[in-house]
């Protein structure tokens, strides 16, 4: 069936480093994607999107790479700082006869100060 | 800066008790969602709206009503609360687009548990 997961259910990165958080998607007929992240006892908030016809977006600090091929989404924190920790999922926009979201169930990034 | 709000952070019923969650934004936003969320299951989406007086079903609307009576405000109602109900509710609106993918903006949540 289809399906949105993360490769990696917690993370943990020194305080400065680079970090990575990866999103497997198993839908080819997807057309947007969106990475949310979700502090403790908060609603998930929007960081970054992509579409289907773009290979990589960058924003503040944060960079969306989307490879068709392996049917994977990475989202790359640059310069990882304590206030990055959170929970951090993707969203994948199926557009078939409707559209349809499909949610991962998240990756814990821990900033070790 | 697009703002949902929900009318509670935390709430506490009983099994069998009538539950309203209300949501509002402020954007003008066509569409609105209700998901619910639990650990190691992601957002699962319950219920949306895209006009005033119109709702569609998502993935597990048992047990489940809606409320669009305005524009602004989309209600999930819980007929008689049962405690597999107790859950993370996050309310969400987003444009309506040609494409209708567009950003959902998200609420804080509502911790629902129910004894």
């Known amino acids: 069936g289809e399906s949105v997961g993360l490769h990696l259910p917690t993370l943990s990165v020194q305080e400065g480093d680079n970090s990575i958080i990866n999103c497997a998607y198993s839908n080819s007929a997807s057309d947007y994607f969106i990475w949310y992240k979700q502090e403790s006892g908060k609603g998930p908030q929007f960081i970054i999107d992509i579409r289907s016809n773009m290979d990589k977006r960058q924003g503040q600090r944060v960079t969306v790479l989307l490879n068709k091929t392996v049917k994977h989404l990475s989202l790359q924190i640059a310069a990882t700082q304590p206030g990055d920790s959170a929970v951090y999922f993707c969203?994948?926009?199926?557009?078939?006869?409707?559209?349809?979201?499909?949610f991962g169930p998240g990756t814990s990034l821990s900033v070790i100060p | 800066d697009v703002k949902v709000t929900q009318s509670s952070r935390y709430l506490v019923k009983r099994t069998g008790e009538k539950v309203f969650l209300e949501c509002v934004q402020d954007?003008?936003?066509?569409?609105m969602f209700w998901y619910r969320q639990d650990p190691g299951l992601g957002l699962r989406l319950i219920y949306f709206s895209y006009d005033v007086k119109m709702k569609e079903k998502g993935d597990i609307p048992e047990g489940y009503s809606v409320s669009r009576e305005k524009k602004e405000r989309f209600s999930l109602i819980l007929e008689s609360a049962s405690t597999n109900q107790t859950s993370m509710y996050l309310c969400a609106s987003s444009r309506l687009t040609a494409s209708s993918t567009d950003t959902q903006y998200f609420g804080p949540g509502t911790r629902l548990t129910v004894l």
């Open positions: 969203a994948e926009f199926v557009v078939e006869l409707d559209v349809k979201v499909i």
């Open positions: 954007m003008d936003h066509e569409n």
